[in-house]
């Protein structure tokens, strides 16, 4: 089992859409959750740290669920900028921070 | 202005050579990293220092070498290059090795032939 699993996709939606990806992790030690953003051919980049009591900003909501070792994002009114791949990034401490990677999920948002 | 910077951006070579990816961050961060991103995109960790200390050295074969002259640098160096080898190589920086927000680099496309 991969230590954290996402679905590829990709989702294809129209603009102002919403959509809901899902991430699930194994290490029940994890600390810290993120979603990151990486357009084709370019590095990734922090879109949202994920907490416990969910946090919004703007059009993205995410969310953690540690009882079920699972994160979520929602974007909401989808615009043809936010056509990327979304990356669940978590964070496992053992006397040094780990950083494990999602495979990320492709969106495409189209006019 | 480029907070983490690498270079090359692109490196061709053939099977058995030995090349090396520099990185340099002028954002003042304790920690980088090198991580791999393969054909499937998956992209995985390789190395983390923290001011110039080797922290993290995930399953890599021993031909990958990293050095840390200063903690605003980290290079990659890699000997005996095979096919295998070929994917992008992302150099990241944080604050310190507990920080949430990692900055990359643009990445270095290396091509074994």
């Known amino acids: 089992r991969k230590e954290v699993e996402q679905d590829p996709g990709p989702f294809n939606v129209p603009e102002g859409a919403t959509v809901a990806f899902n991430c699930t992790y194994s290490n029940s030690a994890s600390q810290s959750f993120f979603w990151y953003r990486q357009d084709c051919r370019k590095e990734p980049k922090l879109l949202m740290s994920v907490y416990s009591s969910g946090n919004e900003d703007g059009r993205f909501t995410a969310q953690l669920n540690r009882a079920s070792q699972y994160i979520s994002l929602l974007i909401r009114d989808s615009k043809l900028s936010d056509s990327a791949t979304y990356l669940c990034v978590v964070m496992v401490g053992t006397g040094g921070f780990k950083t494990i990677f999602g495979a990320g999920t492709r969106l495409f948002v189209k006019a | 202005d480029t907070a983490v910077s690498q270079t090359p951006k692109y490196l061709v070579t053939q099977m058995g050579n030995d090349k090396s990816i520099k990185c340099e961050q002028n954002?003042?961060?304790?920690?980088m990293y090198w991580y791999k991103q393969d054909s499937k995109k998956f992209l995985k960790i390789m190395f983390s220092?923290?001011?110039?200390?080797?922290?993290i050295n995930e399953t890599v074969p021993n031909r990958f070498s990293p050095k840390s002259p200063d903690k605003a640098h980290l290079n990659l160096h890699i000997n005996s290059l095979e096919l295998g080898d070929s994917a992008v190589y992302f150099c990241?920086?944080?604050?310190?090795?507990?920080?949430?927000?990692?900055?990359f680099g643009p990445g270095t496309r290396l091509t074994v032939t």
């Open positions: 990241a920086s944080s604050q310190d090795d507990v920080s949430y927000e990692q900055y």
């Open positions: 954002l003042g961060h304790d920690t």
């Open positions: 220092y923290n001011n110039k200390e080797l922290i």
